[in-house]
């Protein structure tokens, strides 16, 4: 059985506002947010307060319609999940980003690791080490939604033990080299019970994959209405 990555995946889901333009949310996310974040983190480690020991985002691409459910995502590991905040995020904005984003609140989450390909972490030599970007592969990101009455200990249970090894035969065969689940720490309080992230070298293994993947029952406790499947090829690494 997967293990699971001790401590918390705390994701942030962010969508830009509705007068913003994707470069304009982009280049204060890279430029102004993230290195905020990393100051942050290492200050709260020299004072020996709680801090995130990684943290990179996902940015998604827009789906067939032009339109972005979701700009991307941030992904910070600590120790333990965080408290979820009175008020969003951003509601008061402490910088350009959280002017340019929708208010957002931490998610819990629980990651399994399933395969560990490598991703470029290599700290950039001309300006500051980190964040830096990375591509060079094509990335899938499942946000699973429940139907409503789920039994989620049933349903994490079905995840782990039959659905991921469907996954990760399907793709050791068509060349995939990573694939990442996260489950949910409070389903019943999140839109989502969980995300899972799968890395193909290019667009091609995706197409494999979804010729081979067989059913194995996950429908039974999917919302496919609500479901997020989403693309990528960008990530911004500001801890790694």
């Given at each position: 059985?997967?293990?699971?990555?001790?401590?918390?995946?705390?994701?942030?889901?962010?969508?830009?506002?509705?007068?913003?333009?994707?470069?304009?949310?982009?280049?204060?996310?890279?430029?102004?947010?993230?290195?905020?974040?990393?100051?942050?983190?290492?200050?709260?480690?020299?004072?020996?307060?709680?801090?995130?020991?990684?943290?990179?985002?996902?940015?998604?691409?827009?789906?067939?319609?032009?339109?972005?459910?979701?700009?991307?995502?941030?992904?910070?590991?600590?120790?333990?999940?965080?408290?979820?905040?009175?008020?969003?995020?951003?509601?008061?904005?402490?910088?350009?980003?959280?002017?340019?984003?929708?208010p957002y609140?931490?998610?819990?989450?629980?990651?399994?690791?399933?395969?560990?390909?490598?991703?470029?972490?290599?700290?950039?030599?001309?300006?500051?080490?980190?964040?830096?970007?990375?591509?060079?592969?094509?990335?899938?990101?499942?946000?699973?939604?429940?139907?409503?009455?789920?039994d989620y200990?049933?349903?994490?249970r079905h995840?782990?033990?039959?659905?991921?090894?469907?996954?990760?035969?399907?793709?050791?065969?068509?060349?995939?080299?990573?694939?990442?689940?996260?489950?949910?720490?409070?389903?019943?309080?999140?839109?989502?019970?969980?995300?899972?992230?799968?890395?193909?070298?290019?667009?091609?293994?995706?197409?494999?994959?979804?010729?081979?993947?067989?059913?194995?029952?996950?429908?039974?406790?999917?919302?496919?209405?609500?479901?997020?499947?989403?693309?990528?090829?960008?990530?911004?690494?500001?801890?790694?």
């Amino acid at each position: 059985m997967v293990q699971e990555t001790p401590g918390a995946k705390m994701l942030f889901l962010i969508k830009r506002k509705p007068d913003t333009s994707r470069e304009e949310l982009l280049v204060h996310w890279f430029a102004n947010h993230m290195p905020a974040v990393i100051q942050s983190q290492k200050d709260q480690a020299v004072r020996g307060r709680r801090f995130a020991r990684r943290y990179f985002a996902t940015l998604f691409d827009a789906g067939a319609d032009g339109e972005h459910v979701w700009d991307g995502v941030a992904q910070l590991w600590w120790d333990a999940p965080l408290r979820r905040p009175r008020t969003p995020h951003g509601w008061e904005p402490s910088d350009t980003f959280q002017q340019k984003a929708e208010p957002y609140v931490p998610w819990a989450t629980t990651e399994y690791v399933v395969m560990d390909g490598e991703l470029d972490t290599t700290a950039l030599t001309l300006n500051a080490p980190y964040p830096m970007t990375r591509s060079g592969f094509f990335k899938m990101t499942f946000l699973v939604a429940a139907k409503q009455g789920t039994d989620y200990d049933e349903f994490f249970r079905h995840w782990l033990d039959v659905h991921v090894p469907n996954v990760q035969g399907t793709m050791e065969a068509v060349g995939g080299f990573r694939y990442v689940v996260s489950h949910s720490m409070t389903p019943e309080e999140e839109p989502y019970a969980g995300m899972a992230e799968l890395y193909f070298p290019n667009a091609d293994g995706w197409a494999a994959y979804r010729e081979h993947i067989k059913p194995d029952g996950m429908e039974r406790w999917v919302d496919g209405e609500r479901m997020a499947v989403l693309r990528s090829d960008t990530e911004m690494v500001g801890i790694p």
